[in-house]
């Protein structure tokens, strides 16, 4: 009963950590590192692959953040909503701020190697935080684990350019965002 149990905690708990490899950052500072993290990154839906929003991941204060630009509709596949509209709210929140403009990953820091911890990841759905860690993996995807007690849930993102947003779409600038952490975490 032992080893049954010691093996089903294996495949459930240690295998998936391992099922991405970690990009490989030998040579690099952790400032390299750390700038390689930093830009746009987009979302995508399991199932269809399609692109659900897009976040910049930005600096603060030593400290990562990552805050939503734009939603993307499922079906027309274009922005519905971005920062500068603001139409859609998290009611789960106090509040109630709009999704675009908020921050949805706050306080990570580099620990070793493509590894980001100590920070929380928002659930918009319910307005809850967790402690989360990011790693930046290989071919420009970062995973974005958020932690409560036993459990975890990933996110995935893949770095993009600015080709992503419409022509006519201003492209903010990071690096003057300051941190707005929702009021319930």
Not at 8 to 13: A, D, M, P, R, S
Not at 110 to 119: C, E, Y
Request: charged share 25%; glycine share 6%.
């Amino acid at each position: 009963m032992k080893k049954t149990l010691t093996a089903l905690l294996l495949l459930i708990f240690i295998l998936p950590l391992h099922a991405a490899r970690l990009m490989n950052t030998r040579g690099m500072t952790s400032a390299e590192i750390t700038a390689h993290i930093l830009g746009y990154w987009k979302t995508a839906d399991k199932q269809v692959g399609n692109t659900q929003a897009v976040v910049a991941v930005y600096r603060y204060d030593g400290k990562i953040y990552a805050r939503i630009i734009a939603l993307y509709n499922p079906d027309t596949k274009e922005i519905e909503d971005d920062i500068y509209r603001q139409k859609n709210r998290d009611m789960n929140i106090e509040g109630n701020p709009p999704y675009c403009g908020m921050d949805i990953l706050f306080g990570l820091q580099h620990d070793r190697d493509a590894r980001f911890n100590n920070g929380r990841i928002l659930n918009p759905k319910n307005g809850k935080s967790y402690a989360a860690t990011v790693n930046l993996l290989e071919n420009d995807t970062l995973r974005a684990t958020g932690r409560y007690l036993l459990f975890r849930r990933n996110m995935y993102m893949l770095k993009v350019d600015n080709t992503i947003f419409p022509e006519n779409f201003t492209i903010p600038d990071e690096t003057t965002f300051t941190p707005v952490i929702p009021a319930n975490r």
